[in-house]
T-cell receptor, first 112, second 117 residues
Framework: EDKVVQSPLSLVVHEGDTVTLNCSYEVTNFRSLLWYKQEKKAPTFLFMLTSSGIEKKSGRLSSILDKKELSSILNITATQTGDSAIYLCAVEAIQGAQKLVFGQGTRLTINP | DTEVTQTPKHLVMGMTNKKSLKCEQHMGHRAMYWYKQKAKKPPELMFVYSYEKLSINESVPSRFSPECPNSSLLNLHLHALQPEDSALYLC????????????????FGPGTRLTVL
């Protein structure tokens, strides 16, 4: 059975800290790994990673995939209270059509 | 236009009601999805439509009936639901490129918050 596991499940830090969120996966026919940020409603897309070892960056956020270790990390530097959200990792597997398998999410809280 | 829209935003229904959730996208995407998300849980896939054909049904009870009238629209018909079906229902869409590895982001709509009494 396809599985995606995120850690930690919950993290509380102070504004300005740097955080690293982890995602590991076991899926057949891996195609890509995606990170989403979910605040109150729909998940919003952050990154898609398909190639191992290539870092994707967007402002203070960055992510990298390690296909050998079947894992990915999401880094957030100089955190702000607006970064407080649930961060979801999802892995795209090929099953006729695209299917996303989600991890359980990391709830990140940034205190002022 | 990179938006997926969903209506209604909120829905309260009784167990004997029949209602429908609607989803629309105009990005030319050929894959559309329904997810169910309970509080503090990740989204769970329900259905996938690829080129207007149902390609994945994750063993969803028949009281949920999906429909894809055309490439831009996706409906979810609800009948005889149970209180445990109360959840946030998310629609998503993506380009589909079967057999090729390319970026294939899923864009999510804002969801319909469903309450079954």
């Amino acid at each position: 059975e396809d599985k995606v596991v995120q850690s930690p499940l919950s993290l509380v830090v102070h504004e300005g800290d740097t955080v690293t969120l982890n995602c590991s996966y076991e899926v057949t026919n891996f195609r890509s790994l995606l990170w989403y940020k979910q605040e109150k409603k729909a998940p919003t897309f952050l990154f898609m990673l398909t190639s191992s070892g290539i870092e994707k960056k967007s402002g203070r956020l960055s992510s990298i995939l390690d296909k050998k270790e079947l894992s990915s990390i999401l880094n957030i530097t100089a955190t702000q209270t607006g970064d407080s959200a649930i961060y979801l990792c999802a892995v795209e597997a090929i099953q006729g059509a695209q299917k996303l398998v989600f991890g359980q999410g990391t709830r990140l809280t940034i205190n002022p | 236009d990179t938006e997926v829209t969903q209506t209604p935003k909120h829905l309260v229904m009784g167990m004997t009601n029949k209602k429908s959730l609607k989803c629309e996208q105009h990005m030319g995407h050929r894959a559309m999805y329904w997810y169910k998300q309970k509080a503090k849980k990740p989204p769970e896939l329900m259905f996938v439509y690829s080129y207007e054909k149902l390609s994945i049904n994750e063993s969803v009870p028949s009281r949920f009936s999906p429909e894809c009238p055309n490439s831009s629209l996706l409906n979810l018909h609800l009948h005889a639901l149970q209180p445990e079906d109360s959840a946030l229902y998310l629609c998503a869409s993506s380009q589909v490129a079967l057999g090729r590895v390319i970026g294939n982001e899923q864009f999510f709509g804002p969801g319909t918050r469903l309450t079954v009494l």
